[in-house]
């Protein structure tokens, strides 16, 4: 009985093993030349604009539920229907983030985006929205232009820039590992298939 259990447990250990290598560098994930984050974070950089980023969503609020501590998001500015307007967004997320209705104002912005093709390409249009998700005229004109708000909006388009941000959805594992999803095009279970690729790039951290 000693034995069979003994053979068991090896067989998880290698089964274990031959899973985390198949995660490689420069398929899976890219090494940064970056200093590797102080506390443990994934974060994804992604836009209200990028039809690939409302596809991931359901993947993202798994990630979400997955790491509540560790998770986060970060929007870009690179993609806009309009001059100015990727900044813009990346303002109204960030004082979404400040008055703590991130997900009912990126659930409402990314319906009307894509599942109504409504192109939301002025700043009034976005006020809407928040008018919507029960903010007043008046506190979204202030919290808008308020300087914690912007400051915070210029913190992630310098991240962005630092981190050579230049596709999304992209995912980033404590500042240092940056998953490929194109290693995982022919993954049978995505969000499996993250989770594991996310703990080994962890553990390379700790």
Known sequence: ???????????????????????????????????????????????????????FEPIAKELASTYPDTFKKSHTSGLTPKPGMGSKMTQAYSLALMLNKEQAISESIFKQQFGQR????????????????????DDFKRGFNNFSVKARAKQMDKDARDK???????????????ILMNGFRNSDDLIGDLKLVIEQLMSKSS
């Open 1 to 55: 009985m000693l034995v069979r259990i003994t053979m068991f447990v090896c067989a998880l250990f290698m089964a274990a093993t031959l899973q985390a290598e198949e995660f490689s560098e420069n398929k899976h994930y890219e090494v940064l030349d970056n200093p590797a984050s102080t506390t443990p974070e994934i974060i994804e950089y992604f836009s209200f604009y990028c039809m690939a980023c409302y596809r």
């Open 118 to 137: 409504q192109s939301i390409d002025t700043q009034e249009k976005i006020k809407d929205i928040f008018i919507q998700a029960g903010i007043s005229e």
């Open 164 to 178: 050579n941000i230049t596709s999304t959805p992209t995912l980033i594992v404590n500042g240092k590992y940056k």
